[in-house]
């Protein structure tokens, strides 16, 4: 029988919020198809991604991005993959904001498995 006292668990969040202004957009429509393939890239790369704020703006969005993995390092790399997408001719980049949460949680022996 192994026993073992206390479990280190790293692990890192990293989170981007950004607001989006779509100059060109004269139509909700016009402005979900900019967002449909953002948010589908983002998820392509590990990211649960949402929709924020109001959403009958025509210009206007806001997303929410997170991404989780056991490394800083790993984190802080999509974290930088996706600012890249955030910056594109389609939308104005009106603000963005990035924050890497980490944690050394030790789990109690009662969770151990």
């Known amino acids: ?5 206390n ?6 969040i ?13 139509t909700l429509k016009d402005r979900r198809g900019h967002l449909r393939s953002l948010k589908d890239r983002l998820y392509n790369m590990g990211f649960s991604v949402a929709q924020v704020g109001p959403s009958n703006l025509i ?7 997170v991404f989780i993995s056991g490394t800083e390092a790993g984190v ?11 910056y594109n001719p389609e939308w104005e980049l ?3 904001e990035k ?15």
Do not use: H, S
């Not at 990293?14 to 060109?24: K, N, P, Q, Y």
């Not at 210009?59 to 991005?65: E, G, P, S, V």
């Not at 802080?76 to 955030?86: D, I, S, W």
């Open 1 to 5: 029988m192994i026993t073992i006292e």
């Open 7 to 12: 479990i280190k668990i790293d692990y890192f």
């Open 14 to 26: 990293g989170m981007i919020r950004a607001e989006l202004f779509f100059r060109g957009c004269r």
């Open 59 to 65: 210009q206007r969005a806001w997303l929410a991005a």
């Open 76 to 86: 802080k790399r999509v974290l930088g993959e996706a600012e890249k997408l955030m």
């Open 94 to 96: 009106v603000m963005l």
């Open 99 to 113: 924050d890497i949460l980490g944690e050394n949680e030790v789990l109690p022996y009662w969770e151990q498995i």
